[in-house]
């Protein structure tokens, strides 16, 4: 069977697990003989991301819904041919489908969602979900379903696939050696969670429940992001600053996983199926978080997590407390996430049913 011409459009100019599912899953469709390419802003994290991951990357002013965006677009697309335009951010994905309508509509569009924000019920936004897009993606189930009953979109034109993660290279590992290579204390209680550090990822409340935690447990926090000053001010008001580490963005948070003891994500908006949490899963860790979005898809509480209320900090402090408390609970879910998320969201199967949507878009 031919390889399949690609073309991935994102206005985004923030990293998180939107961009590296891009990244992944060009990747993977690339070493499967597909061509891939990416058309993003010049001053996107992705673009200068996307070398390092061997993914072509054209620069196109498409971060704002602009006419100048919109010709770019549209003179690319006349000049260079595909077989389908997937689309990412609502800005992007308006200038593709306009420039769609401008040319004749000559490749079709498949809209991946990764959100759980609702999609404006207004008709121009079901023009472009249903008239303009050929197919659309959602990171999780709880996404489809809503995009089904609450904007009344044909579910057959909807798929969930949640991000897929390597098995192989995200699993259990020494937890002292870890500790040692990243410079962690080797006594300390790790509670972690990696995320970029926005407001609806709930840093703040993992904050104020730390604070009731023992002297003996620590906080890392990998990743960066546009709260860091108000994250930093937080931990300072409220004297942590010597048990909390700061680690940033890492291009390998392997090792950072391994190095923990328990893993939160006190998320409360916007989730699909976080990449994190299943990343962590796979490394076997105990995992604390809610049932926001598509999280319930891998965290069933008492079964592969302990899933707490959005914004409860006192919620989540008991469950990280009976975590700690519990080595023998902490390996019951751990053990269980991990099979569950092997079993369910690995790489390969994600690389499956995205080449499927696209050659069932693309008619090839």
Do not use: D, N, T, W
């Given at each position: 069977?031919?390889?399949?011409?690609i073309v991935h459009t994102e206005a985004s100019l923030g990293w998180g697990g939107q961009e590296l599912r891009i990244l992944s899953e060009?990747?993977?469709l690339m070493r499967r003989g597909?061509?891939?390419?990416?058309?993003c802003p010049p001053e996107s994290?992705?673009?200068?991301?996307?070398?390092?991951w061997g993914l072509p990357v054209i620069a196109a002013p498409i971060g704002k819904k602009r006419l100048v965006g919109l010709k770019c677009m549209a003179e690319w697309f006349r000049k260079n041919r595909c077989d389908v335009i997937s689309t990412h951010s609502s800005t992007d994905s308006w200038l593709a489908a306009l420039a769609m309508l401008a040319l004749g509509r000559p490749y079709?569009?498949?809209?991946t969602r990764h959100i759980s924000a609702p999609v404006p019920t207004n008709r121009l936004t079901r023009w472009l979900y249903t008239r303009a897009t050929a197919r659309i993606v959602t990171a999780g189930e709880a996404l489809r379903k809503e995009l089904i009953e609450r904007n009344g979109y044909p579910a057959a034109r909807i798929d969930s696939v949640p991000t897929g993660i390597d098995t192989?290279?995200?699993?259990p590992g020494d937890r002292a050696a870890a500790r040692a290579a990243l410079g962690l204390p080797a006594d300390r209680v790790l509670v972690g969670i990696v995320a970029t550090l926005r407001s609806w990822k709930g840093h703040l409340y993992l904050i104020e429940a730390f604070a009731g935690l023992p002297e003996s447990v620590g906080l890392v926090m990998v990743g960066d992001g546009p709260m860091r000053a108000q994250i930093e001010a937080k931990v300072d008001a409220m004297g942590l600053r010597s048990r909390v580490t700061f680690a940033g963005n890492r291009s390998d948070v392997v090792p950072w996983l391994q190095a923990f003891d328990v893993f939160a994500l006190p998320s409360y908006a916007n989730e699909g199926v976080p990449q994190a949490l299943v990343q962590a899963m796979l490394a076997g860790l105990a995992c604390v978080t809610t049932a926001v979005g598509s999280i319930a898809e891998v965290a069933m509480d008492g079964r592969t997590a302990l899933v707490v209320p959005p914004k409860d900090a006192l919620a989540l402090r008991a469950a990280l407390s009976r975590l700690l408390d519990d080595g023998a609970l902490r390996m019951q879910l751990g053990e269980a996430a991990r099979a569950?998320?092997?079993?369910g969201f690995s790489y390969e199967s994600m690389l499956d049913r995205m080449e499927t949507i696209y050659r069932q878009a693309s008619r090839r």
């Open positions: 069977m031919s390889g399949l011409s060009s990747q993977g597909h061509e891939v390419r990416l058309l994290r992705i673009y200068a991301e996307a070398p390092a079709p569009i498949v809209r192989a290279r995200f699993k569950h998320c092997a079993a």
